[in-house]
């Protein structure tokens, strides 16, 4: 089992802690995990990217130059990241924001709309758990047990209040994920 | 489910955790993009009310690495970090440590440069590191870590050789070493050495009180009597080749039977192993030469592979073209050395270095 997954959005879409929730639970998992994002400049309010890797065996590269699955989470990662998925991979995104739809017939293609939900919800901050949960709902690379002790291993404890909300988001985003094509 | 005591952390933090559980006395620094997160988790685990260890924010790189030469003098386990710029501002200090053959450790999370530069990942200060960087003829030990795990040990690996050679010792890490994170086994934790075992071990030469029964211990890198500079200089020199014998470090992967052999070190050494792999699922017999210490360089073994008759290097690094230099003194004229890189804070894909293999060796 190898997922070289790329996370993409706009810094403060919690990108980089999704990466770090999925990457514990990788760990938790047994799984060989890395964690590379992109920082700096970047992170403040332009596009925030990271590359998460689970693999059942020692990982050589941290650096890809395809991947598996993408999670697009803004136009200008659509513009950039969806060229990148294997043939055959997987690509997720959320409508919201996004002027051109991905094109690419050869590969699996996927919306979740969780900034809708979470602003119909009014819970702005479970938006990344309820992707995630869209994610693990197409690949089930984790076990849903192991997401879970994932989740409360990379919140600081005086999170963990958040974590039966977060929980739930998880599940729902595996409710509300459509197949496109 | 039973808990493991395995962590995910950045390669940045696993250095604090690392130094605190190798008995570190002493850490001096400032903050610089990419490896802040140092003094960060330092500053979070508190290690003054648990071993006892310090931890002091500096004004400056300048202090930094002079509060550094004073904690090693006494003969302490002290550390500093920064980034490319913040090393240039403290080679002065480097230089006087390696003249008062003092201990030490002094991480540098590599930034592109030159001048100010950028904040992502770069290996240009090789040349820095390996061939000085501060004035005088002296060398650093320098590690070379590819993992975050390495972060770890290359930590307690680096105190021990810095207090057995009595020399500065540096880990050249880079941007994407320090803000990766990855699975990681911390070591144990270990006490700080006592005042008793500092004076059994460093009495010959620290400042830590002199007792009536010797002479005083100077610590200093100054000597105007060139007969006697000359000779400190000959020890150092007699030192480094010790070191260049007994302490090179370095992993050879599918080497054996390789007809060209890719050397990298650190991230780009991590990125290259995946040239490997696809090199070798398209037949190719592809290797990879990584040192694990920059210096000592692993000379000998890159002349064996070229005496063995590998039909090409290929040295991949994200500068410019600075550890091809060492690879071509190794190889001797025996096979063509080339070089691949990018520069200002650009990484390669496995795939761009295979691709420049061909180009510039394979297809020849």
Redesign the interface.
Known sequence: MKETLIIAGFGGQGVLSMGKILAYSGVMQDFEVTWMPSYGPEMRGGTANVTVILSDRKISSPIAHEFDTAIILNQQSMEKFEPMVKPGGVLIYDTNGITRHPVREDISVFAIDATAECARLGQAKLFNTMILGGYLKVRPVVDMQNVMIGLKKSLPERAWKMLPDNEKAIIHGGEIIRKIR | ?AEKE?K?MKGNEVIAHAAIRYGCDGYFGYPI??QSEVMETLMELKPWETTGMVVLQAESEISSINMVYGGAATGKRVMTSSSSPGISLMAEGISYLAGAELPCLIINCQRGGPGLGT??PSQGDYFQAVKGGGHGDYKLIVFAPNSVQEMHDHVAEAFDLAFKYRNPAMILAD??IG?????VVLAPQRPRKTDEELKAECDAWAAMGKPAGRERNVVTSLELQSEKMEIINQRLQAKYKTLEENEVRFEAVECDDADYVIVAFG?SA????????MARAEGLKVGLLRPITLYPFPTQQIAELAARGVKGFLSAELNAGQMVEDVRLAVGGKAPVEHYGRQGGM??????VLAALKDKLIKK
């Open positions: 489910m395995v995910l993009t990419p904040i992502q941007g994407a803000q990766m994170m990855e699975k991230s991590r990125i290259c192993s995946a040239t490997v792999e990484l390669f894909n496995p795939d761009e």
